[in-house]
């Protein structure tokens, strides 16, 4: 019976030490219209999956910024990153992978000062 039970907390602390990683939050914002199941299927989960399986970080939610003609204007995908260093750049190449167009951008803090950061080198519309 304790063997099962130490077994149990130890997958409960690991899984609590992982959650209170210091992380930082980063805003894609995709230049695309594209329905919310789509976006979940382009972006949302195979980020999910790359982020996770290199340790940097998650996706947390994503959403959808509509017109007044209630159009989809851009869609929006929310991550936390572990390591920025090596998260930032591992995001632009996933989702240039991904087919994000030009336009799109990360939007985090860091050091107390906001970045703005095209997905592609150049930036352009």
Same mark, same amino acid.
């Given at each position: 019976?304790?063997?099962?039970l130490l077994?149990?907390?130890?997958?409960?602390?690991?899984?609590?030490s992982w959650a209170q990683q210091p992380t930082t939050f980063v805003f894609?914002?995709?230049?695309?219209s594209i329905l919310p199941i789509a976006r979940g299927n382009k972006y949302e989960d195979p980020l999910d999956a790359a982020l996770k399986a290199e340790g940097l970080g998650a996706v947390t *939610? *994503? +959403?959808?910024?509509?017109?007044k003609d209630k #159009? =989809? #204007?851009?869609? +929006?995908? #929310?991550?936390?990153?572990t390591d920025v260093t090596k998260g930032v750049p591992f995001?632009?190449?996933?989702?240039?992978?991904? +087919?994000?167009?030009k336009g799109s951008t990360l939007e985090? %803090?860091? #050091? *107390?000062k906001r =970045? %703005?950061?095209?997905v592609h080198e150049g930036g352009g519309q």
């Open positions: 019976m304790k063997r099962p077994l149990l907390f130890c997958l409960l602390f690991s899984a609590c894609v914002k995709v230049a695309e *939610g *994503g +959403g959808t910024s509509l017109s #159009d =989809i #204007d851009w869609v +929006g995908v #929310d991550v936390e990153l995001l632009r190449k996933k989702l240039i992978e991904f +087919g994000a167009p985090y %803090e860091l #050091d *107390g =970045i %703005e950061l095209p």
